[in-house]
């Protein structure tokens, strides 16, 4: 291996190789060129060893094992992948801060806290102008669709059409785009939307749907930003995040299903592809065992075990 590549040379290369292979690596990428500036400082990282990825990995300013683990979890790929390259490259051992992915509880929103949260949009945020109107009619489409917030952030005014009821949703997480089947009322609330921003913005540089006082696009950083001070302004200590509503409208679409007597174990194949799933197994990973969805499993266990029970007497 030539000593004179520098690890964000051969970072570099390895992110372009995966991107063109239709892996997006965002997060994946940033970290690790943030381990190759880390390595180029320290010099001496040819080959590159274990022990400098692990002192890395510990370098991050969260000290949890949590954070570790990600973050070997990142390094290992990067490492298996340029020891072909390079045999004498160190793959650091597995397993070395335990499990890199835990299930944070969600939090599901109750209708009144839903309501709350839109109302206290008009008391915290400026409604007279353009960003308190935005994150109200933006947190509002993330109740109704259950979209990701990115995926919201990221529509262009020709990706809504209101007429049809229909929103498409390009290049998600997996690089595919789908359609998103809006209610009526959803999209005259978008239409509204549309008016208002039009009049505080007549001539937007750009095709942005959800954009703030300056007529740019909104980021996800900002809308945690304001989604943080509507939850201080509401005194919730749980802290529930956006993404929750994610969460929540999953677990409310099912037991929708389920009061209506719907077959259940067919419909959530189709929500599966509604939220942007591959497969409905991520689909689970949403389900949250809430006192409403709870009671009917019971139910429908216990008329289970009876029929079970008549048929073995």
């Known amino acids: 291996m030539n000593p004179t590549i520098t690890m964000r040379e051969r970072v570099e290369y390895y992110l372009r190789h995966k991107r063109n292979m239709g892996f997006q ?7 690790l060129l943030r381990f190759a500036e880390y390595a ?34 990142i390094i290992r790929t990067f490492t ?16 070395l801060f335990g499990p890199a992915h835990k299930r944070i509880m969600p939090h599901i929103f109750s209708e009144q806290e839903i309501n709350d949260l839109l109302t206290a949009i008009t008391q915290i945020l400026s409604f007279s102008g353009l960003r308190g109107i935005t994150f109200s009619y933006l947190f509002g489409l993330l109740v109704t669709t259950g979209m990701r917030v990115s995926e919201a952030l990221s529509l262009k005014d020709d990706d809504i059409d209101l007429s049809k009821r229909i929103i498409t949703i390009r290049d998600t997480k997996f690089k ?33 749907f959800f954009i703030g006082k300056d007529g740019k696009r909104l980021n996800v950083r900002q809308a945690d930003y304001a989604f943080g001070c509507l939850r201080k302004h509401l005194g ?68 289970y075990t009876q029929n079970i029970t008549g048929e073995l007497q």
């Open 25 to 31: 690596l965002r997060i994946e990428g940033e970290q």
């Open 40 to 73: 180029d400082k320290k010099g001496n990282n040819i080959p590159l060893s274990a022990d400098l990825a692990i002192e890395w990995i510990r370098s991050s300013k969260k000290k949890s094992r949590l954070t570790w683990a990600r973050r070997l979890e």
């Open 80 to 95: 298996k992948y340029y020891q072909i390259i390079d045999p004498s490259t160190e793959v650091p051992s597995n397993h």
């Open 176 to 208: 595919k785009s789908r359609h998103v089947v809006i209610h009526s009322t959803t999209s005259h609330a978008l239409k509204k939307y549309l008016t208002l921003r039009n009049q505080h913005i007549p001539d937007p540089t750009n095709s942005n």
């Open 236 to 303: 919730w200590s749980k802290k529930p995040r956006i993404y929750d509503l994610r969460h929540t409208f999953i677990c409310n679409r099912l037991l929708t299903w389920y009061q209506e007597g719907k077959n259940v174990q067919q419909l959530i194949v189709f929500l599966s592809t509604y939220v942007g799933h591959v497969k409905v197994t991520d689909t689970y990973w949403y389900i949250t065992g809430i006192p409403e969805l709870m009671k009917i499993t019971s139910k429908r266990f216990e008329l």
